[in-house]
């Protein structure tokens, strides 16, 4: 066995001399932020702006969109103040704030292309032969003719 003392994980996460503790000690900070952030906030911007980095006197809140960030620009005056006071930090005296789009998931197109009912062929074919446009009605006339086509494959 090596002469290195064994110490407990709860030591190391607890401890600011070290690595972890800092980190954890940074979640917290930053975790009571957002709370202090939610307790404040209300619908509709509760959700859409949370808080990316808590410093010592500054404050980084992100925000989904720029009108969301437009919206809690108006407000921090008083963000500044409640968070003050929640988080027992008198230094605190600027908010930052950061527009991060949140991603949308990619909508995959459809497995086949949509299909063309024959009611809706004939609806349309009916269209073509009452149009006085005769470029329109050879539009429209190739579009009811899909239905056919795509009837016999």
């Given amino acids: ?8 994980v709860r030591q190391l996460l607890d401890s600011s001399l070290t690595p972890l503790g800092r980190l954890m000690t940074a979640g917290r900070r930053l975790d009571a932020a957002n ?3 939610d307790e404040f906030l209300e619908e509709p911007l509760k959700g859409r702006v949370s808080v990316a980095r808590a410093g010592r006197e ?9 009108a969301w960030s437009a919206r809690v620009r108006y407000l921090t005056p008083q963000i500044l103040d409640h968070l003050r006071t929640r988080l027992e930090n008198p230094r605190l005296h600027r908010v930052q704030i950061v527009t991060r789009p949140t991603e949308t998931p990619a909508i995959a197109p459809p497995e086949r292309p949509p299909q063309l009912s024959q009611h809706a062929a004939a609806l349309i074919e009916s269209v073509a032969r009452n149009s006085d446009n005769e470029a329109l009605a050879s539009a429209l006339m190739r579009l009811a003719g ?3 086509r795509q009837k016999r494959d």
């Fill in 35 to 37: 709370t202090a952030l």
């Fill in 58 to 66: 500054t404050l980084t809140l992100v925000a989904e969109s720029p």
């Fill in 146 to 148: 899909r239905a056919d």
């Fill in 1 to 8: 066995m090596s002469g290195v003392p064994f110490v407990s």
